[in-house]
């Protein structure tokens, strides 16, 4: 089956910019997850959303949104872009409706550069 | 807070030499211990898991165990090989009601022939 799909894979944008990533999980898995990778930072969680409800929330300032439609497809938006939100940005899905109890499968990322 | 300490790269290793990259870890209560590996330009894959003490999650000729008095998940592999060149990610998961992952800060290693 499919696996998770992010799109776009890279974009360019300039401070101040806002900007919008789409994450598709696999059919049929319910919980989406963000994390942010950077060379400085590494892996961060930015939050979790099951059922279209945000269940956690990493420690990113509110310029950091998302959603979660219907069809478990998700949405993060960072509003104001700065230098260093430059990063990649990985979505995971995960099939268990108990938290905690499956494994994440990632998506290759969005490569997002601010200038 | 939940945190990984991860062995510091990057590792350097001929063909057919044993690995083995460390990691340690602070958390409440029984997290879910992982192992997940990122190549070049994609995201990141599952390799092994172990979800509770004394467990051994294998994979690919990689094992690691769960062992809670030392609070540790060191990844083994007995003879790597080039295609095993990637970043390597030990993270682990509190189980406290939601899918959270808290990850080490990863291991660089390459395989030379």
């Known amino acids: 089956k499919a696996g998770v799909t992010q799109t776009p894979r890279y974009l360019i944008k300039t401070r101040g910019q806002q900007v919008t990533l789409s994450c598709s999980p696999i059919?049929?898995?319910?919980?989406v997850s963000w994390y942010q990778q950077t060379p400085g930072q590494g892996l961060q969680f930015l939050f979790e959303y099951f059922s279209e409800t945000q269940r956690n929330k990493g420690n990113f300032p509110g310029r950091f949104s998302g959603r979660q439609f219907s069809n478990s497809r998700s949405e993060m938006n960072v509003s104001t872009l700065e230098l260093g939100d430059s990063a990649l940005y990985l979505c995971?899905?995960?099939?268990?409706?108990?938290?905690?109890?499956?494994?994440?499968?990632f998506g290759a990322g969005s490569r997002l550069t601010v200038l | 807070g939940d945190s990984v300490t991860q062995m510091e790269g990057p590792v350097t290793l001929s063909e057919e030499a044993f690995l083995t990259i460390n990691c340690t870890y602070t958390?409440?209560?029984?997290?879910?211990l992982f192992w997940y590996v990122q190549y070049p330009g994609e995201g990141l894959q599952l390799l092994l898991k172990?979800?509770?003490?004394?467990d051994k999650g294998s994979n690919k000729g990689f094992e690691a165990t769960y062992r809670k008095e030392t609070t540790s998940f060191h990844l083994e592999k007995g003879s790597v090989q080039v295609s095993d060149s990637a970043v390597y990610f030990c993270a682990l998961r509190s189980n406290f009601g939601n899918e959270k992952l808290t990850f080490g800060t990863g291991t660089r290693l390459t395989i030379i022939p």
């Open positions: 958390a409440t209560g029984y997290p879910s």
């Open positions: 172990a979800t509770k003490a004394d």
């Open positions: 059919s049929g898995h319910r919980s």
């Open positions: 995971a899905s995960s099939g268990s409706t108990v938290a905690g109890a499956n494994v994440l499968t």
